[in-house]
């Protein structure tokens, strides 16, 4: 079955960097574009980001752009979210999710907690 | 950016009633639109994609409709499960972005 397990979440300073990683299993993961969506405690869901199947294509939300990177490593069935410059407003559960029928999301993990606080 | 208004915030509905939300586009997104339930502490699971389609395993209660700017998610006949926050989600154009959600909780 498909599983998505995130890893690498935890609490950082504001201004500091972190890298989260989401290893995918079950499905043919080289096949399927892959995001992040967070979602700040008792808020709403927010996307931050897609990678497409290849990595040849990446889009951004509009608070995060210039500061978080996404990359996949195919062979290792792994997606990851460079985190730079952290802000107090980036606090929230971090989800990977699979892309489905182009730009929605079918399978989620159980989401990651980053927390920036001083 | 494409801002998605959902409404009421919240519902407060029986089992067995029928439950309509609502979602309001900022602008014509076609029928590029998907739903969501999230329940506590859960992640979010897909029910409807492009407006209208149920997603895989997803029960004939569940329904959608609409395209442009005005969408419906409806739930003919709510069972306890159903009770939950419901988040629209447009993929017309980037950024993609979702409603505010609206609650369904149990009168």
Redesign the interface.
Known sequence: QVQLVESGGGVVQPGMSLRLSCAASGFAFSGNAMHWVRQAPGK????VA?IWYDGSNK????SVRGRFTISRDNSKNTVYLQMNSLRAEDTALY?CARD???????Y????LLVTVSS | ?IVLTQSPATLSLSPGERATLSCRASQNIGTYL?W?Q?KPDQ????LI??ASNR??GIPARVSGSGSGTDFTLTISSLEPEDFAVY?C?Q?SN????????TKVEIK
């Open positions: 709403g869901l927010e996307w897609i889009y951004y939300g509009d989800y489905k029928y182009s730009r929605y999301f079918d989620w993990g159980r989401g | 950016e998907a969501y999230q992640a979010p699971r897909l994609y492009d997603a895989t988040y989600q993929r980037w950024p993609l972005t979702f409603g505010g959600g």
